[in-house]
């Protein structure tokens, strides 16, 4: 059994709340293992609806300039999400020296294998003569694995699809696309052409998509803000998922659906060789990557809606895909044995 231990989490808020989406399940997986999680946020707010009633052994901070450590001593486990970097007042009010974790974003390139759990030495500032430790989320053994909760099996193998989709009011033979995005180049033609209820999430994606036309029956749905526990019902229910960002691609990995991601736009197109590299992973058959490129605008991107009967071929590559990972060791699990190692 893993010992008690009080982890110092600091996330800071770039955009479109994946960072924190991610921090927050991290947060919550290690505060049902008993842990103490101390989860410093420059922007909570999406945590209102993100997570509402919060998790046991999870508290959040502020994290402001000057920082304030509101009393707290420095745990033994620090990380830091995304290439944040820590407050030089906390680190200097350690009272011992930490496992410090540099977590990175998600990738399924190459290197990713070959920077996982390598040191880097602390050479400046309060923690020199410290060490940070890259840890890589990934899709192989040789990485950091990806965020599962201990419950993930019992709790998926209980939904009920046709309960979840009267409930909502939806027919049972109704085709649901779920749309969570940020501005696609295929958006317009795909929603043009695919024969779908539309279910939108909130912000970006209902803003990208208001007013495109629809094909002849389609419908669309701007859906409220969803906790966590109720978007990953939403994946699962759906018969394609648009998913954008870490945090929502790794849900629909889970889910076990046919999707498409929306990888994060980078304005030098390195984000291409990173979806690449992930539908390689996937072993994603030509429909698939074909309506990918034209999603994510990469290419000529001539392929159109290729029909149910192709997306619901892709939901073996999926299941697959999904297999493969349930047999890799989950990233707070990876996390844990990589403190045990390194105190």
């Keep these: 059994m893993e010992a008690r231990l009080t982890w110092d989490l600091f996330c800071r808020v770039v955009d479109n709340f994946g960072d924190v989406g991610v921090c927050w399940r991290l947060a919550a997986q290690l505060g049902a293992r008993g842990h103490a999680v101390r989860l410093w946020i420059d922007d909570p707010t999406a945590l209102a609806w993100m997570a509402p009633r919060g998790a046991p052994g999870v508290s959040v901070l502020p994290w402001r300039e000057p920082f304030d450590r509101h009393g707290h001593t420095p745990g033994e486990v620090w990380i830091e999400a995304f290439g944040c970097e820590l407050p030089e007042a906390f680190v200097a009010a350690r009272a011992a020296d930490p496992v410090w974790i540099n977590l990175e974003y998600l990738s399924a390139e190459g290197f990713v294998e070959r920077q996982h759990g390598l040191p880097s030495p602390v050479m400046s500032g309060p923690g020199r003569g410290l060490t940070k430790w890259f840890f890589h989320p990934g899709f192989t053994e040789r990485t950091g694995g990806l965020l599962r909760e201990d419950g993930l ?38 929603m043009a052409q695919a024969d779908a209820h539309w279910l939108v999430t909130p912000g970006r994606a209902a803003a990208a998509s208001q007013g495109l ?59 291409h060789a990173k979806l690449q590299a992930f539908l390689d992973w996937l072993d994603a058959p030509a429909s698939l990557r074909a309506l990918h490129h034209q999603w994510n605008g990469i290419g000529a991107a001539a392929a159109a809606w290729p029909g149910w009967s192709v997306v619901d071929g892709w939901g073996a590559v999926v299941q697959a895909a999904r297999a493969r990972l349930l047999a890799q060791a989950d990233l707070a699990s990876q996390l844990g044995d990589l403190v045990a190692r390194k105190r």
């Design 153 to 190: 099996a019992a709790r998926q193998a209980g939904f009920d699809r046709a309960a979840w989709r009267a409930a909502h009011g939806l027919l049972p033979d109704e085709r649901l696309a779920v749309l969570f995005c940020y501005e696609p180049p295929g958006l317009a033609k795909v």
């Design 213 to 271: 036309t629809l094909t002849p029956g389609a419908r669309r749905q701007t859906l409220p803000y969803l906790d966590q526990p109720g978007f990953d019902d939403l994946l699962q229910a759906s018969d394609l998922n648009f998913v954008r960002g870490e945090d929502s691609l790794v849900r629909a990995l889970w889910a076990g659906r046919p999707f498409v991601w929306h990888i994060y736009p980078q304005h030098d197109n390195a984000h």
